[in-house]
């Protein structure tokens, strides 16, 4: 879900994935949060950047804990 989420969201805004994905913005954004800490993120593109290195085994976003794509 996670995966499906983060790629979703590195395409917009938060708004209308909520409304396709049958949840509210507030648990789009509370799922962001929880994404960007596990990343080490601090901006969308941050975060698709960090992913995109775990996901190609770079381990380039590596902050001392293993937040690897689940």
Do not use: Q, W
């Not at 983060?6 to 805004?13: D, H, M």
Request: hydrophobic share 30%; charged share 25%; proline share 4%.
């Amino acid at each position: 879900m996670r995966r499906r989420f983060a790629g979703r969201r590195s395409r917009g805004s938060g708004l209308p994935h909520s409304n396709r994905l049958s949840v509210t913005e507030g648990t789009v954004k509370r799922h962001l949060r929880n994404i960007f800490g596990k990343l080490g993120a601090v901006s969308r593109i941050d975060a698709v950047n960090k992913y995109n290195a775990l996901a190609d085994g770079s381990g380039a976003a590596s902050s001392g804990s293993p937040a690897g794509p689940r």
